[in-house]
């Protein structure tokens, strides 16, 4: 599938998995007949016009699912303590995260691959997330350019994810580039040195890894001279002290994405990142990892960082 975007680029071709768009795409742009009033009701209704090896890559986590199961029940045991006889006619729930003010403490997180649903993929991402007043992290393996993501919300906060590549000077292309085109901070997947054991994708016989064509992880010369592209692996030997290379090549903010860990939440300020995303990556990483919305655990790993954390 070659995804249209602003520019009439290609955006990235997947060959095993079902790349068509939802068989009733243009039916859903007009709105289903029922309301959808919840998160529940997207669900099943992506389920239900989405092919069964697209839905599987969406929805599935790693190994048995322990995880992913458990971050939706820890979830689900939150509990709200309420006060009352507060004048509450007028609300505000704006804040600021680093320094830029966004309309709720909500975010989206980074994802890829967004034009498997949706032929604007990103695009339109960025541009409900603009419209909403709240930051939009754009991943690396997003399947519009940045670009036209930049483009297409150019008020919209946005920040871009970075997965550490083994070359270095590509690593240095895409952050540069990202923050040439207004990026506000750059958010460093920890969790993934490598890819989880997903037995779902395993099952479709999905391979992310050797028939992924995205132009965005490629040279700008190499961009328009190869016609196919192969993944290239996450960086397995990044670590602790490559950060500082990092810190000496943008100005951007750094965010570690997926500590767990009050250890490394304390390696992180003794390196002088400016937040961590405390997160198991949705259990599809490292399963049989805690879910990383209990709270005891959550606090633990952000109370030391001295600045409000992400969560």
């Not at 009439?8 to 742009?29: V, Y």
């Not at 040195?193 to 064509?213: A, E, S, T, V, Y």
Request: aromatic letters at 8%; proline letters at 7%.
């Amino acid at each position: 599938m070659s995804p249209a975007t602003s520019s009439g680029k290609p955006g990235f071709q997947q060959l095993p998995l079902d790349t068509t768009l939802p068989r009733d795409w243009k039916t859903l742009a007009s709105g289903p007949e029922m309301p959808l009033v919840c998160l529940t009701d997207f669900q099943a209704y992506a389920q239900e016009h989405l092919s069964k090896s697209t839905w599987d890559f969406i929805e599935g986590g790693a190994d048995e699912c322990f995880t992913h199961d458990d971050n939706m029940a820890a979830f689900k045991k939150i509990r709200l303590r309420p006060r009352y006889l507060r004048d509450v006619q007028e609300v505000d729930t704006r804040t600021a995260v680093q320094g830029e003010e966004i309309t709720a403490p909500i975010g989206i997180a980074p994802t890829g691959f967004h034009c498997l649903v949706w032929p604007d993929g990103e695009m339109s991402t960025a541009r409900a997330a603009q419209a909403a007043g709240i930051c939009y992290i754009t991943s690396t393996y997003a399947s519009c350019p940045f670009e036209d993501i930049a483009a297409t919300a150019p008020r919209g906060l946005k920040w871009f994810q970075l997965y550490m590549q083994p070359d270095r000077q590509l690593n240095k292309q895409l952050v540069q580039r990202a923050e040439s085109l207004g990026f506000k901070a750059l958010v460093i997947t920890v969790d993934a040195p490598k890819i989880g054991n997903r037995r779902r994708d395993f099952r479709n016989q999905l391979n992310l890894k050797m028939n992924l064509l995205l132009k965005d992880l490629r040279s700008p010369k190499e961009r328009y001279s190869m016609p196919y592209f192969q993944m290239s692996p996450i960086d397995s030997s990044f670590c602790w002290n490559d950060l500082s290379w990092l810190q000496s090549i943008s100005r951007l903010p750094i965010i570690l994405k997926g500590i767990l860990t009050k250890e490394d939440a304390e390696l992180a300020v003794k390196h002088n990142v400016h937040g961590i995303i405390v997160s198991n990556h949705g259990g599809r990483q490292l399963d049989d990892v805690p879910a990383s919305s209990l709270q005891p655990y959550l606090d633990s790993t952000a109370a030391c960082i001295p600045n409000p954390c992400l969560r």
